[in-house]
């Protein structure tokens, strides 16, 4: 090659670096000169990851799919079990905050959670955003005025409703609430209108649109608009949708933000996309789904006595096989109504992807409402992170088996992580879903032995909320149903894993408003 060749070819190398640098800049300008949607909200528009057969989907993962992807960036925060009230609490709020700018739009969808009667997540649906510690004031003062502060604009969400299995509504189908003691009663959906009105923001009303959908279809159909954690319909979850009901909730907001005419948003909806709804055939079951089969007439443990209305058992991931020895795991009913649980040598644990656990339970319907309490007096206990003790509620249960594989999903009040206590670390209650532990939140007091600790877990109409101790109430990512082995039964009651000695006493379960148990002991 001579001389003036080599300067050509030189030449052109630079000249068409440049052009692929300058292309690239324009396109991280351009990626930075889009309009952020922000979505806030609970479980029905949060993500997931499930090993259901049909997963469930909120409806933020799929409103991508009805808006310009050149215009738009679309980041969902949403949290399965928060409220407006228990998401300032979490990094997704900071970000929030942090990242909004002028010319965004922040949908906000709370109100699914703020009902529940819990002080860490409940605000009254009585008083507009004047009335410290309503709804109003809430989404007012966290979400609305840091929104307007930004040049954001913020849109109002009403919830979706809860399916109703037989057509029928009934208040808490659609987030109208009684007062119960200190916890007023009302129509959250009715305090987001009004609000909108009110202050002149615009509201997609949820709650109206999916009723009538649900009127529409009937209950055969909308029983496939949601989650089933196993291929049987009975273990369907009336409250998360899957994906065909994501995508068909997406639809709907996407279709009311368009009629809404909201400046620099509703022009921008994919106009294609919204002359027909999604349709069913959209719905496919989870390819990596196993089934698992499981017989819920269990038989009688012939090494434990029973307690009471409970039975005892040890199973799982427990050491070796045919170390049932009572110097292992102590399961004894005492006197005064007490139960001795120990769990020693090493054996059992609660890890990362096995469980082994002594396990003193009864068998309850799963859609019955339920509150478990008890005391426990801590006797021994090592500060290893695989060592808990508690109360727990669970998917699946087994006669005194050792079981190498994972087993059933769980909420537990309870603590985690115990070698982390005085890191401030260590969990204070925890669940297991879809194979993975969940953390509910971090213990603030350290305990030890002689401590006498009140523990209390309940059922609600979409999940569980955890006490331990005087530790902060967790309900927050244990909003799912335990449906996924045993759909007709949950399986409550008294817990101990590793090296661990502790009685509970003072234990009460009532299910569906009536104590359970007090005429066997």
Known sequence: MDYQNQISCLYLIFYKGLEIKIRKVKKMKKETEK????IVGDSTISSFQDAYYYPRYGWGTKLEQYFDKERFHIKNLALSGRSSLSFLKEKQYETLMEEMKAGDFLLI????NDEKMEAARFTSPVGDEKTEGSFAYSLFQHYIVPAKEKGCQAILCTPIVRRSVDGEWKLEHLHCTVTNGTFAGGDYPQVIRQMGERLAIPVVDMTTLTKNVYDKLGP????YLHAWNSSKAISVDNTHTNEWGAFYNAWLV????QDLKIKGLSEYVLTSKMKQAPEKEILCSNPNYREVIFQSNLEQSKLWKDFGCFKGTVFGSIGEEGVLQKGNFILEPMKEERLHMAVLKDKGKIAGT???????YTQIPVDASFCLSAKITIQRIEWNDQVSFGLMVRDDVYIDTWIADGLGDYVAAGPLKLAQMNGGTAWNNFARKSGLLIQGKVLKQKYQVGDIVEAEIRGTQDGYVCRFGEEEEVSGGFDFKLTSIDPE???VGMFAARNCDVI???VKLIVNGKKRGESDR
């Open 35 to 38: 309009v952020t949607i922000w």
């Open 109 to 112: 969808g709370f109100g699914h």
């Open 220 to 223: 055969e159909q909308t029983l």
């Open 254 to 257: 996407a279709k009311a933000i």
């Open 354 to 360: 096995e469980d082994g656990i002594a396990f003193y």
């Open 489 to 491: 039964h949950v399986y």
């Open 504 to 506: 509970f006493s003072d």
